[in-house]
Protein backbone atom coordinates (compact mmCIF):
# COMPACT_ATOMS: atom_id res chain seq x y z
CA UNK A 1 0.00 0.00 0.00
CA UNK A 2 1.55 3.28 -1.22
CA UNK A 3 1.08 6.40 0.82
CA UNK A 4 1.71 9.96 -0.13
CA UNK A 5 2.75 13.34 2.10
CA UNK A 6 0.96 16.55 1.39
CA UNK A 7 1.44 19.75 2.74
CA UNK A 8 -0.70 20.19 5.90
CA UNK A 9 -4.56 20.66 5.95
CA UNK A 10 -7.49 20.68 8.20
CA UNK A 11 -8.16 17.42 7.29
CA UNK A 12 -9.10 15.84 10.93
CA UNK A 13 -12.48 13.87 9.76
CA UNK A 14 -15.36 13.39 10.67
CA UNK A 15 -16.57 16.27 12.95
CA UNK A 16 -19.72 17.28 14.07
CA UNK A 17 -22.10 19.84 12.42
CA UNK A 18 -23.75 21.92 14.68
CA UNK A 19 -26.10 24.91 14.25
CA UNK A 20 -24.79 28.00 16.51
CA UNK A 21 -27.67 30.17 17.32
CA UNK A 22 -26.87 33.61 18.74
CA UNK A 23 -28.33 37.22 19.16
CA UNK A 24 -27.98 41.15 20.23
CA UNK A 25 -30.45 42.63 22.17
CA UNK A 26 -33.04 44.25 19.90
CA UNK A 27 -32.10 42.25 16.67
CA UNK A 28 -32.99 39.37 14.84
CA UNK A 29 -31.37 36.46 16.12
CA UNK A 30 -28.50 34.20 13.86
CA UNK A 31 -27.42 30.86 12.72
CA UNK A 32 -24.18 29.77 11.69
CA UNK A 33 -23.30 26.43 10.84
CA UNK A 34 -19.95 25.00 12.34
CA UNK A 35 -18.10 21.81 11.87
CA UNK A 36 -14.71 23.37 14.01
CA UNK A 37 -16.45 22.44 17.25
CA UNK A 38 -16.09 20.41 20.06
CA UNK A 39 -15.93 19.54 23.94
CA UNK A 40 -12.82 20.70 25.57
CA UNK A 41 -13.31 19.79 29.34
CA UNK A 42 -16.00 17.72 31.70
CA UNK A 43 -15.88 20.01 34.82
CA UNK A 44 -16.60 22.49 34.59
CA UNK A 45 -18.16 21.36 31.57
CA UNK A 46 -16.86 23.35 28.70
CA UNK A 47 -16.75 23.24 24.94
CA UNK A 48 -15.28 24.86 22.24
CA UNK A 49 -16.36 27.08 18.43
CA UNK A 50 -14.14 28.18 15.67
CA UNK A 51 -15.36 31.14 13.84
CA UNK A 52 -13.90 33.46 10.97
CA UNK A 53 -13.63 36.64 12.23
CA UNK A 54 -15.76 38.14 9.47
CA UNK A 55 -18.72 36.13 10.18
CA UNK A 56 -21.71 38.16 10.97
CA UNK A 57 -22.33 35.97 14.32
CA UNK A 58 -18.65 36.75 15.51
CA UNK A 59 -18.98 39.82 16.37
CA UNK A 60 -22.33 39.08 17.80
CA UNK A 61 -21.17 36.46 20.10
CA UNK A 62 -18.13 38.44 20.53
CA UNK A 63 -20.16 41.33 21.94
CA UNK A 64 -22.97 39.20 23.81
CA UNK A 65 -20.58 36.61 25.17
CA UNK A 66 -23.28 34.15 24.59
CA UNK A 67 -24.50 31.53 22.19
CA UNK A 68 -25.88 27.85 21.77
CA UNK A 69 -24.91 24.88 20.67
CA UNK A 70 -27.67 23.20 18.44
CA UNK A 71 -27.12 19.33 17.61
CA UNK A 72 -28.07 18.32 14.12
CA UNK A 73 -30.26 15.69 12.63
CA UNK A 74 -30.67 14.47 9.18
CA UNK A 75 -34.14 16.79 9.06
CA UNK A 76 -32.04 19.79 9.47
CA UNK A 77 -29.36 18.99 7.29
CA UNK A 78 -30.67 21.40 4.33
CA UNK A 79 -31.40 23.98 6.89
CA UNK A 80 -28.05 23.40 8.36
CA UNK A 81 -26.29 23.52 4.84
CA UNK A 82 -28.23 26.65 4.13
CA UNK A 83 -27.23 28.54 7.17
CA UNK A 84 -23.63 27.85 6.69
CA UNK A 85 -23.53 29.21 2.86
CA UNK A 86 -25.97 31.98 3.87
CA UNK A 87 -25.01 35.22 5.69
CA UNK A 88 -27.34 36.84 8.36
CA UNK A 89 -26.70 40.23 7.44
CA UNK A 90 -28.78 39.17 4.53
CA UNK A 91 -31.33 36.61 5.81
CA UNK A 92 -33.53 35.80 8.54
CA UNK A 93 -32.31 32.31 8.83
CA UNK A 94 -35.15 31.05 11.58
CA UNK A 95 -37.28 32.52 9.05
CA UNK A 96 -36.22 31.61 5.73
CA UNK A 97 -35.89 27.65 7.34
CA UNK A 98 -39.14 27.33 9.13
CA UNK A 99 -37.30 26.53 12.35
CA UNK A 100 -38.64 27.77 15.64
CA UNK A 101 -36.97 29.88 18.50
CA UNK A 102 -36.93 28.27 22.07
CA UNK A 103 -35.95 30.09 24.93
CA UNK A 104 -33.27 29.44 27.03
CA UNK A 105 -32.90 29.63 30.54
CA UNK A 106 -29.33 30.74 31.12
CA UNK A 107 -28.35 32.65 28.05
CA UNK A 108 -30.55 35.42 26.08
CA UNK A 109 -29.89 33.73 22.86
CA UNK A 110 -32.42 31.35 21.81
CA UNK A 111 -31.61 27.38 20.82
CA UNK A 112 -33.78 25.57 17.92
CA UNK A 113 -36.54 23.55 19.36
CA UNK A 114 -36.41 21.12 15.99
CA UNK A 115 -33.03 20.23 17.36
CA UNK A 116 -32.87 17.02 19.83
CA UNK A 117 -30.46 19.10 22.31
CA UNK A 118 -29.63 22.65 22.81
CA UNK A 119 -26.43 23.12 24.85
CA UNK A 120 -26.40 26.91 26.90
CA UNK A 121 -22.77 28.61 26.05
CA UNK A 122 -21.05 31.51 27.73
CA UNK A 123 -17.93 32.41 26.60
CA UNK A 124 -14.76 32.57 28.80
CA UNK A 125 -12.48 32.98 26.15
CA UNK A 126 -11.36 34.22 22.94
CA UNK A 127 -8.62 33.05 21.42
CA UNK A 128 -7.22 34.92 18.40
CA UNK A 129 -5.41 31.89 16.29
CA UNK A 130 -5.07 33.33 12.92
CA UNK A 131 -8.01 32.84 10.03
CA UNK A 132 -10.73 32.08 12.88
CA UNK A 133 -11.01 33.04 16.53
CA UNK A 134 -11.74 30.01 18.88
CA UNK A 135 -14.42 30.88 21.08
CA UNK A 136 -13.98 28.90 24.64
CA UNK A 137 -17.77 28.85 26.51
CA UNK A 138 -18.43 26.78 29.71
CA UNK A 139 -21.91 24.80 28.85
CA UNK A 140 -24.68 26.64 31.20
CA UNK A 141 -27.82 24.29 30.61
CA UNK A 142 -28.42 21.62 28.38
CA UNK A 143 -32.56 21.01 26.93
CA UNK A 144 -33.35 17.52 25.59
CA UNK A 145 -36.51 16.63 23.35
CA UNK A 146 -37.97 14.03 25.46
CA UNK A 147 -39.31 12.04 22.34
CA UNK A 148 -35.73 10.13 22.96
CA UNK A 149 -36.38 9.57 26.77
CA UNK A 150 -37.54 6.05 27.33
CA UNK A 151 -39.44 4.86 30.15
CA UNK A 152 -36.37 4.17 32.47
CA UNK A 153 -35.48 7.32 31.54
CA UNK A 154 -32.32 7.35 29.70
CA UNK A 155 -32.04 9.66 27.06
CA UNK A 156 -31.12 7.81 23.80
CA UNK A 157 -29.26 10.76 21.38
CA UNK A 158 -28.18 8.36 19.15
CA UNK A 159 -31.92 7.62 17.99
CA UNK A 160 -32.12 10.99 16.72
CA UNK A 161 -30.20 10.44 13.61
CA UNK A 162 -27.57 12.83 14.17
CA UNK A 163 -25.00 14.26 11.85
CA UNK A 164 -21.33 14.45 11.14
CA UNK A 165 -19.64 16.28 8.62
CA UNK A 166 -16.30 14.82 6.46
CA UNK A 167 -14.26 16.16 3.71
CA UNK A 168 -17.09 18.75 2.49
CA UNK A 169 -19.92 16.20 3.02
CA UNK A 170 -22.84 15.79 5.39
CA UNK A 171 -23.30 12.38 6.73
CA UNK A 172 -26.23 10.55 9.08
CA UNK A 173 -24.66 8.30 11.98
CA UNK A 174 -25.00 4.48 10.76
CA UNK A 175 -24.36 1.05 12.47
CA UNK A 176 -22.89 0.99 16.39
CA UNK A 177 -19.61 -0.84 16.41
CA UNK A 178 -19.36 -1.11 20.34
CA UNK A 179 -20.18 0.90 23.45
CA UNK A 180 -17.04 2.79 25.55
CA UNK A 181 -14.90 0.08 27.21
CA UNK A 182 -16.40 -3.14 24.78
CA UNK A 183 -12.55 -4.31 23.96
CA UNK A 184 -11.73 -4.92 27.52
CA UNK A 185 -15.16 -6.25 28.41
CA UNK A 186 -15.11 -10.28 29.10
CA UNK A 187 -16.29 -12.47 26.21
CA UNK A 188 -19.76 -13.41 27.77
CA UNK A 189 -20.45 -9.71 28.40
CA UNK A 190 -19.54 -9.22 24.81
CA UNK A 191 -21.67 -11.50 23.55
CA UNK A 192 -24.35 -10.28 26.03
CA UNK A 193 -23.98 -6.63 24.84
CA UNK A 194 -23.98 -7.73 20.72
CA UNK A 195 -27.07 -9.04 21.26
CA UNK A 196 -28.78 -6.01 22.64
CA UNK A 197 -26.95 -3.50 20.32
CA UNK A 198 -29.26 -6.23 17.38
CA UNK A 199 -32.27 -5.98 19.36
CA UNK A 200 -32.20 -2.48 19.45
CA UNK A 201 -30.69 -1.68 15.48
CA UNK A 202 -34.12 -3.60 14.64
CA UNK A 203 -36.10 -1.24 16.87
CA UNK A 204 -38.10 1.36 14.55
CA UNK A 205 -36.37 4.85 14.79
CA UNK A 206 -38.68 8.13 16.05
CA UNK A 207 -38.15 10.85 13.99
CA UNK A 208 -38.68 14.49 15.29
CA UNK A 209 -40.45 16.16 12.60
Known amino acids: MAK ?15 MVSCKREGER ?40 VNLVTKELAYATDFCGVRSGRDVDKFREMNLTELAMEHV ?3 GIAESPLNLECRVTEI ?10 AKVEGVTIDDTYM ?14 TYSHGEYFELGRRLGKFGYSVKKPLERK ?18
Not at 4 to 17: A, E, I
Not at 33 to 45: K, L, Q, R
Not at 192 to 209: F, L, V, W
Open 4 to 18: QHWKPGNMLYPLPVV
Open 29 to 68: PNIITAAWAGTICSDPVMLSVSIRKERYSHAIIQETGEFV
Open 108 to 110: AAP
Open 127 to 136: KELGSHDMFL
Open 150 to 163: DETGRFHLNNAGLV
Open 192 to 209: TAAKKSGGTRKRKRKCYR
